[in-house]
């Protein structure tokens, strides 16, 4: 089935650098979500792209509008709170809803 | 602010017994989905629901029945459970329409022994 591959699959950074994670998807997708779980295990949605890039903050995103099969998340002067689990998510084309979820990237913010 | 509320958040089930988990949203979105995280990796789509009366399978579905029985309230429903589903269950809802944003509730654990 399709396949949403997420790299790097652990991440640390010093606080003040800058990084990317990138997903890599086996099929073209309609739409990419972004999403970071915290160590309570809650997790809150970053992004929604349909195409183009979108930007919050420190973090931004893109979504490879042309071939559809890849998207990033740029950290900007990564900050403690920034660690935790980031996970990408990719809708089909057929607009079934279904959101296919990759292993995420644990990422370590330190001092 | 959208609003998905699971309960229970801790369940102890014994093997064969049966185990309910249910998820409430009140942002009236069409799609609502249930899915599992196991330690260490994503999340895996086990049912989903385009409104209600609605049921979809996902990509693991077996062992699991799903009831959609209003816009609000989405169940998940292990006839009988096992020690193998045993994890971290996510409901979460969507708007439907382009932009299908996901909004998760805070999470189930469930543990069958």
């Known amino acids: 089935g399709d396949q949403v591959e997420q790299s790097p699959s652990a991440l640390s950074l010093h606080e003040g650098t800058d990084s990317a994670l990138r997903c890599n998807f086996t099929t073209t997708m309609r739409s990419v979500q972004w999403f970071r779980q915290n160590s309570r295990g809650s997790l809150i949605s970053l992004f929604y792209?349909?195409?183009?890039t979108k930007e919050n903050g420190r973090l931004k995103s893109a979504f490879d509008s042309k071939e559809r099969r890849y998207s990033t998340l740029h950290i900007r002067d990564a900050q403690l709170e920034d660690s935790g689990t980031y996970f990408c998510?990719?809708?089909?084309?057929?607009?079934?809803?279904?959101?296919?979820f990759g292993e995420g990237t644990k990422l370590t913010v330190s001092s | 602010e959208a609003a998905v509320t699971q309960s229970p958040r801790n369940k102890v089930a014994v093997t064969g017994g049966k185990v309910t988990l249910s998820c409430n949203q009140t942002?009236?979105?069409?799609?609502m989905y249930w899915y599992r995280q196991d330690t260490g990796h994503g999340l895996r789509l086990i049912h989903y629901s385009y409104g209600a009366g609605s049921t979809e399978k996902g990509d693991i579905p077996d062992g699991y029945k799903a009831s959609r029985p209003s816009q609000e309230n989405f169940s998940l429903i292990l006839e009988l459970a096992t020690p193998s589903q045993t994890s971290v269950y996510f409901c979460a809802s969507g708007e439907g329409q382009s932009g299908n944003t996901l909004y998760f509730g805070e999470g189930s654990r469930l543990i069958v022994v």
């Open positions: 998510a990719a809708e089909d084309q057929g607009g079934s809803a279904k959101l296919i």
């Open positions: 792209l349909a195409s183009g």
């Open positions: 942002n009236n979105h069409n799609n």
